[in-house]
């Protein structure tokens, strides 16, 4: 599995993350997952990851340790400000090296934040300063994001990666910076033939079945599969490490994309990305009128760069009067039928049409909890209808979960039947989580 | 900050985690975050945590190392069925005893699954009986919700816990059995005097320049602070370890409270749960006018339980088209002063009220990037208007970063605004991240 250096010895990668915030469990360590994955894709596993809290001592420790018994670490908080902030302070005394203000640093700074920041009256003086005391001769490592920037040295047998916590900085940090260097130093090359597919509906246990039930074992020996699982959606990995072993890779993706069929929603790209891609190639614009949503099916869309180019606008009509007054919903179907039917769903997408001038419009209601459920319509009924003008369709679901992971599911069933709807594509789909279709597995 | 055991040394816990995917990060380490944040609430910090493949020498090492430095170490993984669980093999290594067959063990399968799970015919003969291999003489932990056991015993200097990598398993083992043992063995208490405060517009290394800039160093050698950042807001947390130590907690509290003036939006809860339950108090319905943001500031509104209370409803004009026929928003102004213009922003808050009928709102419209910028109006300009009818103010913002950060920005300086307006505060107040106002630091 590990990749092999240039003389055959396996490359052994540990990371070191520093944080007491880390430690205590107050924030959870995306970090040291972002790296793992990424170094992965090079086909280098992460041997072992070491995380410890903000003490000299423990950071003194923890990094003698790991530089003892790796080829790289990657060490990732501790270069910020403030009095917490110790990493360089202990390279220096692990190391022997002093510490020194470095030069570049003090440009970096300048450059970001103008030389008023630098001057003595400047409130932010000494923590600026702080943030340019890099150990002697370390090679830095460009921060094109932030303040703090990071360094590199060696220290015992390990070449040590210095990086923030800031994950937006630690990030492009590893990607401008340490993965180039690290491929250099040690011949790695990018993983071979990785190949994604993002599925929508079934569950990471449905497709894993699926694939077993119907592709012999022996390919399991050549092409490994990840799976990622994340609130409503999985993305399938395949990858080989023997270039030889493509053709067998390639075969077993199309069985797989066969037996996937309409679950499959993209090779690349989120499905707020294929919506708006479909979109563009039907030249059509879209809007949406939210309930229980409460305009994060909006937001998903407007997230991806580009959304204008299809998305109309919409209306939050959260309220029954909002319903009324913003989609000239009747307020006798909201009596007859209920905020959260059929009808009222199906007037949003009317209304939502026909104020905006979209081709085509989503639109939800339903009852997101913790209140507010009743023995006929219990928390979790969601009434989602679509459509283009003269063409609308609805459907029920009931996805009896914690109200955040509700409205994030319900905005992905509404733009993945809008996706169905495009593709013209069954759209009674299955979705794991919803009760009422798993009834007919 | 680590409690004292009986005889006044820091009782060191540290954690074990095992599991190639843990390392791979295909899955995030959830089950140390819980275990942290349950023993901090005894007032026991961890001192590290480890993480390790499914290797035998990698855990023996890890095993090795940790139990050499703790009084305690929690081990998470590597019980179950299947071939890469090595747990109680490395257990059995390291302590030098054997592994056996424990009756207690078997009786718990059979009272589980039945006693035909236990027949040599059974295809999980093998699994099953793996399952009851346990190191002789360790204490059994009980599994009231798997298959998989627990188990204590004592190696070198430190007292081990051994625990299934199942979530849930492992949650009910921790709170049944390891949690009560290592109180009763350390003579632990739940931890006294923790305070947080929530801060929004001050970025940390500012909140403390200013706390140490203005209370005495000595304080801090008694209460302890700790600092989370989020995207725009800063998360203060006050903890002290000696029930003595109450009143200058409560001293420097309430001075830093001062300090940080209408900077502090809470001393527990989110910001938009601050703002609507302002709302609530001032029996006011919001409703939003987002354009850049997209549906953000509502569904961050929407995302809090009991949100109906006060959210009225609100429109998303993301096209120019839709901020006219949705918000009446005269075509006219657009061309004159364009889509992101004081006079759009306002127009586009009257015009919700208008629709709506809600008592105030709140209203955006900017540039989110990474296109759509000129000079005089770069990319992450944005204005905001917000109020009650007859009673509209404005403010101008420039926050440079990228798109959906932008949008978080933009969302949260929305909301605090309407906090700072029902408040009666200054709404000239400064946001660290918005370029303009930064430039009257």
Known sequence: MTKMQKDNKPLIISLLMTGSELVSGEITDTN???????????????DRKLVVGDGFGAITDALLLLTEKSDVVIVNGGLGSTIDDLTAEVVA??????????????EHIEKRFGRKFLSENSPFYDQIKKQALIPESADLLDNPVGLALGFKLKIQRAICYFT???PGEMQEMFRQSILPDIRLLFGLKPRFGISKLNIIGLGESQVQQLIHRHIARETWDRVRLGFRASLATVEL???ID??????ILKESRERIKELLAEYLFSESGSLPETVIRLLRDNRMRIAVAESCTGGLIASQITAVPGASDVFEGGVISYSNQSKTRLLGVHEGDIEVFGAVSQEVATAMVKGVLEKTGADIAVAVTGIAGPTGGSELKPVGTVYIAWGISGSIQTRLLLIKRERSVFQQLVSTVALDLIR????????????????????RL
């Open 32 to 46: 040291s997952v972002f790296l793992a994955r990424e170094l992965m894709s090079d086909g280098v596993m992460v």
């Open 237 to 239: 990995k395949m990858s």
């Open 242 to 247: 023997d270039p030889a072993s493509e053709p």
């Open 420 to 439: 169905r709807s495009l593709l013209g594509l069954d759209v009674d789909g299955i979705y794991y989580f919803d009760e009422i279709s798993r009834k």
């Open 164 to 166: 923030p916590g800031v």
């Open 93 to 106: 005394s692990v190391s022997g090296r002093k510490l020194v203000e470095n030069s570049r640093a003090i």
